[in-house]
């Protein structure tokens, strides 16, 4: 009985469940009918209509007789309907368990494009939907997948080709060794260096595998050690700094190092893009959220990029890849350092005159 399939198992189930309650019923009758047939004789020859004591013994075997053959023919035709009926429903309840089988081995296959089919059954068509979503969500985790192997590639590619053109060219004695040209291959090495460290990084973040120690956190003094890091690297012709933030702003409730992160990036960004100018930083209450702003007046992000900013290696092939010099994973991580501290982040951009990258953490 354990090898037979659930079509099987299904038909088996509503005949015994017809033949247990046909046999039932048979015997109940057949325990109580007679006995009844002749009480009712005897309560008819008590009020004197006619008297059957002969013939009792007759009648009783006749009603017996036929009662037996009803009984056989009510046997047979209650089988062989709820027989039909079995199979018909098994097979209807099967269809769908096939289909889905189907779809299953294709999906394993490698087409992850199949979907389940709707099914008349609630409980079917909700595991159908259930699987369907999780189809969709490996779809495209193996998109991000081959994406993160394309983009990867791409930037792996420039800095390991510069690499082993100079180092081809020095084994042949093309070129000689200068104090620059090994300066150039230790930024390429650091370059590769950095790329890995932020992959690494981002791929914890997206995890959760990231330790987020949320305490409260004077967002003040983070901001002015911030602005007076990059105010002292900025040459004269270079763009300008201002930071505005009130007196009163509250302390937020956020992690010290995640957040100097995020401000490491955005306003890296912002000087890395905006050649000359003003980049305003801004801090602001609203309800229990601080928002802090970095508004530059750089080269701008055109509107059908702006979806895409925060994805991996969005600069890859880009109008700004021209002006960075980062791996293009930056923002991915920001984004992500900001949720796991119950913020969110958001830009906007005019392309040719900046962009404003703002994020809100919650207040302490």
């Not at 009984?71 to 429903?89: E, K, M, N, P, R």
Request: hydrophobic share 40%; with cysteine; glycine share 8%.
């Amino acid at each position: 009985m354990s090898k037979l399939s659930l079509g099987t198992r299904l038909f088996f189930s509503h005949l015994l469940v017809m033949i247990v309650g046909l046999s039932c019923f048979a015997i109940a009758a057949k325990v109580s009918s007679p006995r009844m047939f002749v009480l009712r004789l005897e309560q008819l020859e008590e009020r004197g209509l006619f008297t059957v004591r002969s013939a009792r013994t007759y009648l009783v075997e006749g009603f017996n007789n036929a009662w037996n053959i009803g009984a056989l023919w009510s046997l047979v035709v209650g089988i062989t309907a709820a027989g039909g009926i079995s199979y018909v429903a098994s097979k209807r309840i099967m269809k769908p368990l096939k289909q889905m089988k189907r779809t299953v081995q294709k999906f394993s296959a490698g087409d992850l494009g199949e979907r389940m089919p709707e099914s008349e059954i609630p409980e079917l068509n909700q595991l159908g939907v259930s699987f369907n979503s999780m189809a969709s969500s490996l779809g495209n985790v193996e998109k991000r997948r081959r994406d993160l192997i394309g983009d990867l590639t791409h930037e792996l590619r420039t800095p390991l080709t510069v690499m082993r053109g100079y180092l081809e060219e020095l084994a042949d004695g093309s070129i000689k060794g200068t104090p620059e040209l090994y300066l150039r291959l230790v930024r390429e090495t650091r370059r590769l260096e950095r790329l890995i460290s932020d992959l690494q990084e981002l791929s914890q973040a997206e995890a959760g595998y990231l330790s987020i120690n949320r305490q409260p956190l004077d967002l003040i003094a983070l901001l002015k050690s911030q602005t007076a890091k990059f105010q002292d690297q900025l040459l004269d012709e270079g763009p300008k700094i201002k930071l505005i933030t009130p007196k009163d702003l509250p302390y937020a409730l956020a992690d010290l190092d995640r957040t100097e992160q995020i401000l490491l990036n955005l306003i890296g960004n912002a000087v890395r893009y905006t050649k000359k100018g003003l980049i305003t930083i801004t801090a602001t209450k609203n309800n229990n959220q601080i928002w802090i702003a970095v508004e530059d007046t750089g080269v701008g992000i055109a509107p059908e990029d702006l979806p895409y900013i925060f994805e991996r290696f969005w600069r890859a092939d880009r109008s700004r890849s021209s002006y960075s010099g980062g791996t293009g994973i930056g923002l991915a991580i920001v984004g992500r350092l900001v949720e796991l501290q119950g913020g969110r982040i958001e830009v906007t951009s005019t392309l040719g005159k900046g962009s404003i990258f703002r994020f809100c953490l919650p207040t302490a």
